[in-house]
């Protein structure tokens, strides 16, 4: 295959189909994902840290580094998460009728 090729072919593979999910929920859910490794990563390097600690191979200052560093990309995945709850789906919000409201009347 042509190199010119081989790139069209990987770029169809990392974009959605027109039939499949709007660019925008596709962008959403991609930020989500991203969001969600950062976590996983920086917990990663927290239990290592704690490890080390342990073993007095390293400061108990880096625990605390790596903590927050939990606590930041734990604050950006809900950030994501509340942002992609905040915009539904235009297709999927089902069109509800507009009841009158009913006014109490009074007698005076």
């Given at each position: 295959m042509e190199p010119f090729k081989v790139q069209q072919r990987m770029l169809s593979l990392t974009q959605p189909s027109k039939n499949s999910v709007p660019l925008i929920e596709w962008?959403?859910?991609?930020?989500?994902?991203?969001?969600?490794?950062?976590?996983?990563?920086?917990?990663?390097?927290?239990?290592?840290?704690?490890?080390?600690?342990?073993?007095?191979?390293c400061e108990m200052e880096m625990v605390s580094v790596k903590a927050k560093a939990v606590a930041t990309s734990t604050a950006q995945l809900i950030s994501a998460a509340a942002n992609s709850e905040s915009t539904p789906n235009p297709k999927s919000v089902s069109k509800q009728r507009e009841k009158p409201s009913r006014t109490r009347q009074t007698n005076s």
């Open positions: 962008r959403k859910d991609k930020a989500r994902v991203s969001a969600a490794k950062q976590v996983a990563q920086s917990t990663a390097e927290l239990c290592e840290a704690a490890n080390n600690a342990v073993k007095d191979n």
